[in-house]
């Protein structure tokens, strides 16, 4: 049984080791995957046999399956919420913004949280790092009388 766990240990380095080269702090939520496993298959093991002193290849073998699975589950459902750091939480963030609410103007844009707690320079750098990363479109787009054009945000 212990050979089961020791296995898991190993696809589950692996899988942190995936998780951590794709960047975004998600490898975290793995690294107690194996004590819950153990955890699960000493429940599993009197669930099946009260009275045993050790547990069981079943046992084991469903507990294992299940961490995995629901550890599977919790990073899949994660992705795009947790960053690395708050620049790229407020990326993220602004592009949700913008995916809804494409055409958005800027000065609608910088209306909103978390735009609306930055300054100017800070929201700059967003939209830059985001036009960079060919994620969204600004377009200019003329006003009907005598002003400024407008810029309008979209997701690309």
């Known amino acids: 049984v212990l050979s089961l766990f020791e296995a898991m240990d190993e696809r589950s380095m692996e899988r942190r080791i995936v998780l951590d080269n794709e960047g975004g702090g998600l490898s975290d939520l793995l690294t107690r995957t194996v ?3 153990m955890r699960l ?27 995995e699975y629901c ?35 800027r000065a609608d ?5 978390p735009f609306s707690g930055m300054r100017l320079k800070e929201r700059e750098e967003v939209i830059k790092a985001l036009e960079d990363e060919e994620v969204i479109k600004i377009v200019k787009e003329k006003s009907n009388g005598q002003g400024r054009p407008s810029m309008r945000h979209y997701p690309r």
């Open 35 to 37: 004590e819950k496993a």
């Open 109 to 113: 844009l910088a209306r909103k949280s």
């Open 41 to 67: 298959s000493l429940v599993c093991q009197l669930a099946i046999d009260p009275d045993s002193d050790a547990i069981g290849e079943a046992a084991a073998n469903y507990a294992i399956a299940y961490a």
């Open 71 to 105: 550890d599977d589950r919790l990073v899949e459902s994660s992705r795009g919420l947790i960053h690395d750091n708050k620049f790229e939480n407020t990326k993220k963030e602004v592009l949700n913004i913008i995916t809804k609410q494409p055409g958005i103007k």
